[in-house]
């Protein structure tokens, strides 16, 4: 079937790619982490045990949700306005092997200036202690991370680090809202990723990225708070800045792994 069939007014299957871009990192969220939660206990790839989850987490699996959704919300309505201001119906025409090199360029910009926007964002707000206390406290009520708390956020925390740091991701890129769907999807799918408290063999995200789920578990515990704040795809703001916290996986006896860190930094 020719593809000129099934696609309208720079939309597919009659949906815009406007509101494509805007839905579907929200439904990838939930699927990915949803794909997580059905393989159950998965005690003998946990980064923690079940009970340290039940045990050490300070708030409820509902909680968590709703603040979630609320997120979501809020990342709905800045995408929805965004496309609407900038109207940008992406590049076009070319070779199909000059629109792929665009492609591939707008993501890697795009990467960069998320990784580099939430970094600086995420370090401000351990560094400041009233912005830690009352605002991103909140997202470290989850010692323990697992898959769908992954956006679990102060909602003035998931509008500056996660919706500006897209919409200048989005911008300074130049993606279409085509582009934008999978590019949102994919860093959606690597985030929850990094939540998800598991090493399971074979994860391509632990193969092809240092920033993967031991790497920000870490950040997560108490001695590893003033280090790994990069996400979600690079560590090379902490590498170059100093706040890298190099780890070792250790396979616990009684199954899983922890992701142990450097006595060293453990102990400044």
């Not at 839905?23 to 206990?41: A, F, H, K």
């Not at 079940?50 to 409820?60: A, G, H, I, R, S």
């Not at 699996?61 to 496309?83: C, D, H, M, P, R």
């Not at 598991?198 to 578990?217: Q, R």
Request: aromatic fraction near 14%; hydrophobic fraction near 40%.
């Amino acid at each position: 079937m020719n593809i000129e069939t099934v696609e309208f007014r720079g939309g597919i299957y009659g949906v815009s790619d406007e509101l494509l871009g805007t839905i579907s990192p929200i439904v990838v969220y939930w699927v990915y982490s949803g794909l997580y939660c059905m393989l159950g206990g998965m005690e003998n790839y946990r980064l923690h045990t079940k009970k340290d989850e039940d045990e050490k987490n300070l708030v409820t699996k509902k909680e968590v949700v709703k603040g979630v959704l609320l997120q979501q919300a809020v990342q709905a309505v800045v995408a929805t306005i965004l496309f609407a201001v900038t109207g940008n119906d992406g590049e076009s025409g070319g070779n199909q092997q000059a629109s792929f090199l665009v492609l591939a360029r707008q993501f890697f910009v795009g990467m960069v200036v998320l990784d580099t926007w939430q970094y600086f964002m995420h370090r401000y707000m351990h560094q400041n202690k009233f912005l830690y206390k009352h605002i991103h406290s909140q997202h470290h009520r989850l010692v323990v991370p697992y898959a769908f708390g992954a956006l679990y956020n102060h909602p003035l925390e998931g509008l500056i680090l996660d919706t500006i740091g897209g919409a200048l991701a989005f911008l300074f890129s130049g993606m279409s809202p085509r582009a934008s769907i999978f590019f949102f999807s994919f860093a959606t799918i690597k985030t929850v990723d990094d939540h998800c408290g598991l090493w399971l063999p074979g994860n391509l995200f632990h193969i092809v990225f240092k920033n993967n789920s031991a790497y920000h578990d870490v950040h997560h515990q108490l001695y590893g708070s003033k280090y790994n704040f990069s996400q979600p795809f690079f560590v090379t703001w902490d590498r170059i800045l100093g706040t890298y916290m190099p780890y070792a996986l250790v396979k616990r006896p009684e199954g899983g792994y922890e992701a142990r860190p450097d006595k060293d930094c453990k102990d400044d």
